[in-house]
C-alpha cells in the first residue's frame, strides 16, 4: 500500500504495480511494453485505454460486462446468456467500467458492487494493513469487509498465529497458502468490501 494509486480511472485506484500487463506491447498505438490483454487477443497500453481505443471484459456481481452486456453462465442451457441490466445501475459501470484496467489476481478479477454502481479497487491488503486501520478489533474490521465471512483471517491465524490475540502484528504481510486480499471502496457511502483468492 506504499505505491501511489493509479489516477485517472474511476473503478481503479489501486498501485500501479497491481495492473494486470502483458509482456507484449501495444497493438493500437505500437508502444512497447507493459499492455494490457484484451478480449479479443490483442494487446493495449493504458494510454489507450484512458483513450477508449479498446475496451475490457470485467467479471463482476452481475455477470461479466462484456460489449454493454452483462454475460452470466446458465447451466440449463450449458452456455453464457445474457443477463438484463437492473434499470437502477448507474450509467457509469457501462459507461467507465470497460476501459478500467484490471488488477493482477491468481484466479480473475472480481469488481463487487455497492449503491448500484461498480467498488473502486484500492489495492491488495496484507494483514498488518487490517491492523494499522483497526489496531483495536482488526478481525471485525475484516469480517465487515468480507460479508461476515471469516475464512481467510482465521486460516490465516492457525497458520500464523499463536492465538487470535497475537496477531497480526505489523510485519504480518502475507495470508495463508500465498492468497492475495482484494480491496475495493464504495464510491457512494465509503463502505469497503474485499474478496481473495489463492494459486
Ligand atoms: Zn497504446
Ligand atoms: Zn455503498
Request: charged share 20%.
Given at each position: 500500500m506504499t505505491a501511489p494509486g493509479l489516477s485517472g480511472f474511476r473503478y481503479f485506484s489501486g498501485p500501479y504495480e497491481d495492473v494486470w500487463f502483458s509482456e507484449q506491447g501495444c497493438s493500437f498505438c505500437g508502444r512497447p511494453r507493459p499492455a494490457l490483454h484484451t478480449t479479443d487477443r490483442h494487446r493495449g497500453c493504458l494510454k489507450c485505454l484512458r483513450n477508449r481505443?479498446?475496451?475490457?471484459?470485467?467479471?463482476?456481481?452481475?455477470?461479466?460486462?462484456?460489449?454493454?452486456?452483462?454475460?452470466?453462465?446458465?447451466?440449463?442451457?450449458?452456455?453464457?446468456?445474457?443477463?438484463?441490466?437492473?434499470?437502477?445501475?448507474?450509467?457509469?459501470?457501462?459507461?467507465?467500467?470497460?476501459?478500467?484496467?484490471?488488477?493482477?489476481?491468481?484466479?480473475?478479477?472480481?469488481?463487487?458492487?455497492?449503491?448500484?454502481?461498480?467498488?473502486?479497487?484500492?489495492?491488495?491488503?496484507?494483514?498488518?494493513?487490517?491492523?494499522?486501520?483497526q489496531p483495536a478489533n482488526p478481525r471485525s474490521l475484516y469480517l465487515s469487509t468480507s460479508g461476515g465471512d471469516p475464512h481467510l483471517w482465521d486460516n490465516a491465524v492457525s497458520e500464523f498465529g499463536r492465538t487470535a490475540d497475537s496477531w497480526p502484528t505489523e510485519s504480518s504481510t502475507e495470508w495463508a497458502w500465498g492468497s492475495w486480499c482484494y480491496m475495493f471502496r464504495c464510491l457512494h457511502c465509503g463502505q469497503y468490501s474485499s474478496n481473495w483468492d489463492t494459486d
Open positions: 481505443r479498446f475496451r475490457l471484459a470485467h467479471d463482476t456481481d452481475l455477470g461479466t460486462l462484456e460489449n454493454g452486456e452483462f454475460l452470466v453462465f446458465d447451466h440449463e442451457v450449458g452456455r453464457m446468456i445474457v443477463s438484463p441490466t437492473p434499470a437502477e445501475l448507474r450509467p457509469e459501470v457501462l459507461e467507465e467500467l470497460p476501459f478500467t484496467p484490471r488488477f493482477q489476481s491468481h484466479q480473475g478479477c472480481h469488481f463487487p458492487l455497492h449503491c448500484m454502481d461498480a467498488m473502486c479497487y484500492i489495492g491488495r491488503w496484507t494483514p498488518a494493513d487490517f491492523l494499522n486501520a
